[in-house]
């Protein structure tokens, strides 16, 4: 892993930085939900990554400031970096919120959940990816739909789950601790969707 | 109701089918919470009207980064689009989560809540037509107060209906669901006021 | 304590009202905390500052709309305004829920997090400050990386303490009402970070 990147790179090469840290975050998150002995060990190499995703943003928020032209409108660019920050963010908590609720049973809609998650942060590293090119075009908004798709998959899933967790828990505290592991999830695939959008609206002013 | 726009209708035109299908929505969404026999099927014809809200949303936005020339500023059209998207999105989240908390006793501050907010969406209706004519700016001032005075009268009912629930519920499980289902129709409020900040905002820069 | 400005006000001296009279909320907050006896009537007292934070945000946006020209991008202003009108609210929301939720034995970690909120925006009423001399970049950067710090402190801090809550608390709707308190304080130290990202983007646009 490089954790400093040279001066002299542009916005894409920050992007590709943030959304390749961000698919390694959540694979990360996905085996700590899955592995209860290495988990605390776990949560605090996640932090790392989303202290590594803290340089990005801001790396990319001083450049946006100082670059008098941009490739992309200074507006999208903004948004962009702020949407990938607000991913990892969520998947930070989740995890910190994991250990400091102690939760010894992980519900299996929770992995299921973080699954998805996973699915939809390697498309959004590719919807980024094609930003490159303008002509990838299609591709791009192939992603972008599959994004939403998931997005809804994951929409479905957690309300499944929410009933589910009505129905079974123990007590009120069980509820109130996976609703909100639930929630932190949940927001970070909308914020998969909000980069959707974005990409989608750079593809459509660059067409 | 008409599920498709011909290509070439303006903004306006967007934004007035949009906020006549919120306030279908919320009418709706008002009738199935008095009524408890009908309430599912209600749940899912308030899924397609908000289903056909993203269409509006996705046309509006796609014609603001085609568009060369906007009657607005374009950053106004763009929050107006998301802030009304919201508000739909809210009343759909709450509908579902009534559905799925199995709610049977709808308390009558949620229903107070419920007429407060369909009050609001329809000066919001208003609101938004008065973007048609310039010089309607008193009527649209008028009507932006209004809202806002619709607003400090959802949170204060909020307020009652939180010092309520937690007096009288039964146990911490329905504090959970029905402080939940509040959260949401007050979020549907809030962005009511949103949308009348946006008007407003439109308004000043066009006297 | 000044009720009404003069018309021909500039928009840095709207913001030094607006920050003088949110450190002015936060130090109410603070003692009222503290006293029990005199909650009540502070906390309408914290209403009106919240009402003259209105006042402000209502002022500068008006100012913005009919401003040819202004001092920072519209949108580094709007978004300033905005977001010290968001920390008031979040301060004022938790006053009221405080008495609502009929909060008896507020715990030492809320109290340390509301004085970690006063420090805080005595940084962001300095950071705000240095708005009227860009020669005084250095002192507003270094205010904005305190800004961060205190930030990171508060969110520590509200880890540990709902570390604590959830293994102290007597029952299930103890935990709801505290959480949502700790989740509204840390939410008001969350927008003094945006303000401190937002007067950074402004000086470094500077210079």
Redesign the interface.
């Known amino acids: 892993m490089r954790w400093f990147l040279p001066k002299d790179e542009g916005f894409l090469a920050i992007f590709d930085e943030a959304t390749g840290n961000i698919v390694a975050a959540v694979e990360l998150f996905c085996q700590l939900l899955r592995d209860g002995a290495g988990r605390a060990s776990a949560v605090d190499k996640l932090k790392e990554l989303e202290h590594q995703g803290d340089r990005y943003t801001h790396q990319a ?2 450049k946006l ?2 670059s008098f032209i941009t490739p992309f409108d200074r ?1 999208d660019i903004h948004a962009l970096v702020t949407k990938l920050d607000d991913i990892l963010d969520a998947v930070d908590a989740t995890a ?2 994991l250990l ?3 939760v010894e049973q992980v519900p299996a809609k929770l992995v299921e959940l973080a699954d998805l998650l996973l699915a939809s942060v390697r498309e959004v590293q590719k919807a980024v990816l094609y930003l490159h090119d303008p002509k990838k075009h299609q591709e791009a908004m192939a992603t972008c739909v599959e994004i939403n798709r998931l997005e809804n998959e994951a929409d479905q899933l957690h ?1 499944q789950a ?2 589910e967790l ?1 129905l079974k ?1 123990r ?3 069980e ?3 996976l ?1 909100d592991l639930y929630a932190f999830l949940e927001d970070a695939t909308d914020r998969c969707e909000d980069v959707a959008n974005i990409v989608e ?1 750079i593809m ?2 660059a067409s």
């Open positions: 928020l001083a400031h100082t507006e910190h919120r400091l609720y102690r309300r929410l009933a009505f828990a007590d009120a505290v509820v109130i601790k609703k609206t459509i002013k």
